[in-house]
């Protein structure tokens, strides 16, 4: 089960990153509104990022 959830926690943000570098390159709009909307979903991709980093580090350690 540890092990099922390792590679959903991985495959998790493998879905996000796509989202953060289109939410990057809005970020550089011209347009107030586009780039305020961009830094919102920006925070909330990388609080997403930080709530998995924190459910992995609740795993045990790899046994070799």
């Known amino acids: 089960m540890t ?3 390792r590679r959903h926690i991985h495959d998790i ?3 996000l990153s796509p989202a953060m570098l289109r939410a990057d390159s809005l970020a550089l709009s011209k347009d107030e509104r586009i780039r305020a909307a ?3 979903i ?3 991709l990388e609080a997403t ?3 998995l980093s924190a459910m992995r580090r609740l795993l045990p350690a790899r046994q070799p």
Do not use: P, Q
Request: proline content about 0%.
């Open 3 to 5: 092990e099922a959830l």
């Open 13 to 15: 943000r493998g879905h």
């Open 38 to 40: 961009a830094h919102d």
């Open 42 to 44: 920006i925070a909330a």
């Open 49 to 51: 990022t930080k709530e």
